[in-house]
Nanobody
Framework: QLQLVESGGGLVQPGGSLRLSCVAS????????IGWFRQAPGKEREGVSC????????RYADSVKGRFTISRDNAKNTVYLQMNSLKPEDTAVYYC??????????????????WGQGTQVTVSS
C-alpha cells in the first residue's frame, strides 16, 4: 500500500530555515510526481513545489521561488523541501502528495491521488 509520511515541521523565527521530508513507501510506478502543498487556517490548499521522478523536473509557486528548494534522494525514497528565509505567511500545514501526471495543472490538488498526514510549520517571533 502506498504511503507518504512527512516530517520536519516546527516553530521557527522569521528569516529562519526548515527542511521538510516526505518518505514514500509502496510506490510501484517509475513515473510520478511528488508535490508539496500547504494550507493555512481559513485558506485554500495551495501548491508550493513539485518534482518529477526520473528526470527530476521541478516547479515552484511564485510565492516561494528563490527561497524554497525541492530535492530527492532516490535511495531513501525521500523528497525534501528546504525552506529558507521563512516568513510569517509561510505558516501552514504542509502536505506531500503523489500523482501520476505532470503538466499545467500540477499545482491542482486533483492531480494527486495520495496524500500524507501533514506537518505544521509555524513562522513567528
Amino acid at each position: 500500500q502506498l504511503q507518504l509520511v512527512e516530517s520536519g515541521g516546527g516553530l521557527v523565527q522569521p528569516g529562519g530555515s526548515l527542511r521538510l521530508s516526505c518518505v514514500a513507501s509502496g510506490v510501484t510506478s517509475d513515473y510520478y510526481t511528488i508535490g508539496w502543498f500547504r494550507q493555512a487556517p481559513g485558506k485554500e490548499r495551495e501548491g508550493v513545489s513539485c518534482i518529477r521522478s526520473r528526470l527530476g523536473f521541478t516547479r515552484y509557486a511564485d510565492s516561494v521561488k528563490g527561497r524554497f528548494t525541492i530535492s530527492r534522494d532516490n535511495a531513501k525514497n525521500t523528497v525534501y523541501l528546504q525552506m529558507n528565509s521563512l516568513k510569517p505567511e509561510d505558516t501552514a500545514v504542509y502536505y506531500c502528495a503523489l500523482g501520476e501526471s505532470w503538466g499545467s495543472s500540477i499545482f491542482m490538488s486533483d492531480a494527486y491521488n495520495y496524500w500524507g498526514q501533514g506537518t505544521q510549520v509555524t513562522v513567528s517571533s
